[in-house]
């Protein structure tokens, strides 16, 4: 593995946030706006594209491995 590839892996990795109350209110956000996002998309209000894009938001900020698709 290049050190490219390590560097790309390490920074998809999910790291511990220091700031545990931000994050929270970050994931809470975040899960309403994917549940506006969800509802908006069955109403055929937005594309999937752009539904995607807020699902985007949320997975980052939730512990679980990109590449492996499961929690740590």
Do not use: C, F
Request: charge should be positive.
């Amino acid at each position: 593995m290049s050190n490219d590839d390590r560097k790309k892996k390490a920074h998809r990795k999910w790291q511990q946030p220091k700031d545990k109350k931000k994050w929270l209110e970050d994931l809470v956000e975040a899960g309403e706006s994917v549940v506006k996002g969800y509802e908006r998309y069955l109403l055929d209000e937005i594309n999937y594209e752009e539904l995607a894009k807020i699902m985007v938001i949320l997975r980052k900020l939730l512990p679980m491995n990109i590449d492996k698709k499961y929690d740590d």
